[in-house]
Structure formats: structure tokens, C-alpha cells
């Protein structure tokens, strides 16, 4: 099941990069490259889920789990990000509007199912540990951290690595913002809405899927 998702992305997010490779050489500049890194960086999170589950699955050292996991949490909020680069649509001379509109769109998209399907994988991962009270807390908790991470990658530009290249200047700015909230509107407003977005795009695809799978089971039973 995991391999047959994996494969899919992978096909999905190679469509993505040959729509951008066709506006390469249609528009013959480089402007939207940097969608093909923020995918790259959206993959992060999602092969840090798969790699959990089957390390997991083989009774691998916990130490290595809480690593894949370190990984996951890290780069999560790199997967939604991609949604925040609609920012950049505009119209360009030579290139229909729509066209862009459908690039970035393609990428975004990638990038929320590749964020949510690690979350399906990190939420099982948990509940073999947690009650599930605890899961969905957490699931909520995370859609926070989550938000606020992509505002601290789109506005005041920090990155996932930072983390750990200059974590003492990203604290203090992180611990500045939280300080004064007031004096931080934009990052309250987009933490707050962004959280919203996601819980609610998150529970829709879980019911989706809840419904699916009990449909299935019930042709089955017939």
C-alpha cells in the first residue's frame, strides 16, 4: 500500500516538474524554479513517514524512530508551504495567466497530499503509543505549529534548517513574536487562519477516506 502511494506521488509531482519544464522553454526563463525545490522539500516530511512506519514495522532502535520522526516534524510545515506561493501569480508577458495559475496550483496541491499523507502515517505511528484522544489533540496542536511555520518561512524568511544553522537568532525572533502578539498581527492572523484551513482540509480528506473505506467493506459483505 505504501509503495503503491509512493509511486503515485512520484507521478504526480513528475507532472508537476514537466509542467514547469514545458514553461521553461515556452516562457525561456527561470522565474517559477523554485516551486521543483519547495516539492523537493514537501517529499522531506512524507519519506521521513514512510521510512517510520517500515522502521517500525522491522522493530528497528527507537533511537532511530525518534530521528525519522525529529525529520518529520521539522519539515512538515515545508508540504502546506507550498499553498503560500500563489503569492507569486502573476501576469507575465508571453504566458497566459491560466497557465501559471495551473502550474502552481499542480505543485500546491502535491505539496498538501504529500503533508497530509505523512500525517496519516505519523498519526498511526502514534496511536500505537497514545489513546486517541491524545492522537487528535496533537493532530490539532501540530496544524498550530504547522501554520506558524509557514509564516515563519514566508514572511520573515526562515528555513527548516535554520533549526539547526542558527537556531539562537531564530529563537529569539520566534520568542519576540510570541512576546509582543500585538505588535505581530500578520503572524497571528496567518497562524490562526492557516490552522483553520488545515484542520478543516485534513478532517474532509479523513472523512473522505472513513467513508470510502466503509462503503468498500460493505460491497464487499454483499
Known amino acids: 500500500m505504501i509503495n503503491r502511494l509512493v509511486k503515485t506521488m512520484a507521478i504526480s509531482s513528475a507532472l508537476c516538474v514537466t509542467l514547469l519544464l514545458l514553461r521553461m522553454q515556452w516562457s525561456g526563463h527561470l522565474f517559477y524554479v523554485f516551486l521543483a525545490w519547495n516539492l523537493f522539500l514537501a517529499w522531506i516530511p512524507f519519506l521521513c513517514s514512510v521510512l517510520l512506519a517500515e522502521a517500525k514495522e522491522k522493530n528497528r532502535p527507537k533511537y532511530l524512530l525518534l530521528l525519522l520522526f525529529g525529520g518529520w516534524l521539522l519539515f512538515f510545515p515545508n508540504s502546506p508551504y507550498i499553498v503560500t506561493d500563489l503569492f507569486h501569480l502573476r501576469t507575465k ?19 498538501l497530499l504529500l503533508g497530509f499523507a505523512s500525517l496519516f502515517e505519523i498519526r498511526r505511528f502514534l496511536g500505537s503509543y ?11 496542536f501540530l496544524m498550530i505549529l504547522c501554520s506558524f511555520g509557514i509564516y515563519l518561512g514566508r514572511y520573515p ?16 525572533d520566534i520568542f519576540n513574536m510570541l512576546l509582543h502578539p500585538t505588535q505581530n498581527t500578520r503572524m497571528v492572523g496567518v497562524t490562526f487562519f492557516f490552522s483553520l484551513f488545515l484542520i478543516a482540509a485534513y478532517c474532509t480528506l479523513a472523512a473522505l477516506i472513513r467513508n470510502f473505506n466503509t462503503e468498500s467493506h460493505g460491497q464487499k459483505k454483499i
Open 130 to 140: 497514545l489513546s486517541a484522544a491524545i492522537v487528535n489533540a496533537f493532530t490539532v
Open 93 to 111: 508577458e508571453g504566458i497566459p495567466l491560466w497557465f501559471d495559475l495551473v502550474l502552481i496550483l499542480s505543485f500546491a496541491w502535491n505539496g
Open 157 to 172: 524568511r526562515w528555513n527548516s534548517w535554520d533549526l539547526i544553522s542558527n537556531p539562537v537568532a531564530l529563537f529569539a
